[in-house]
């Protein structure tokens, strides 16, 4: 173990590895949907690459003691979460039954969901190992 990293760090580097996996689960969700659905996705195909490059990196660049890297994915899993959600409830149509579309944006909202939450609980613990209260 690293001399600098201290036990709060080490417990976050599980948590901030299952961000890395759901960011690359998500990042590949879009990536095979793209070609399938970019007839019905109301953005540029040029922006929805960059969505995906733009989760990827994340993905990378991931680091279980950088404060600004935690909070820069949390960002990315709350705008994933908003993004995608929105997207999903616009295709949602009672009359016409569930579609694939919307099972593909709901089950990227969910990971979104679910990185936003393990993002947020990587932040906290860096914050915790470095002394800070909550209440800060």
């Known amino acids: 173990r690293d001399h600098c990293v201290t036990g ?6 599980p948590i901030c590895d299952l961000v890395r996996k759901l960011f690359m689960a998500a990042a590949v969700v879009m990536l095979v949907s793209l ?3 970019s007839k019905e996705i109301d953005t540029s195909l040029v922006l929805s690459l960059m969505g995906i490059l733009l989760v990827s990196l994340a993905a990378g660049y991931m680091s279980p003691v950088s ?4 909070w820069f994915n949390v960002l990315i899993a709350a705008g994933g979460l908003f993004v995608f959600e929105l997207a999903a409830v616009q295709a949602y149509v009672p009359t016409n039954g569930v579609t694939s579309f ?8 969910v990971l979104f969901l679910f990185s936003l939450y393990f993002g947020v609980k990587t932040a906290r613990g860096i914050r915790l ?3 800070q ?3 800060e």
Not at 67 to 70: D, G, I, L, R, W
Not at 102 to 109: E, I, T
């Open 102 to 109: 919307f099972l593909v944006n709901q089950a990227l909202a």
């Open 67 to 70: 404060k600004t890297s935690a």
């Open 8 to 13: 709060v760090q080490t417990c976050a580097l």
């Open 35 to 37: 070609p399938v659905f």
């Open 129 to 131: 190992s470095r002394g």
């Open 133 to 135: 209260s909550l209440e």
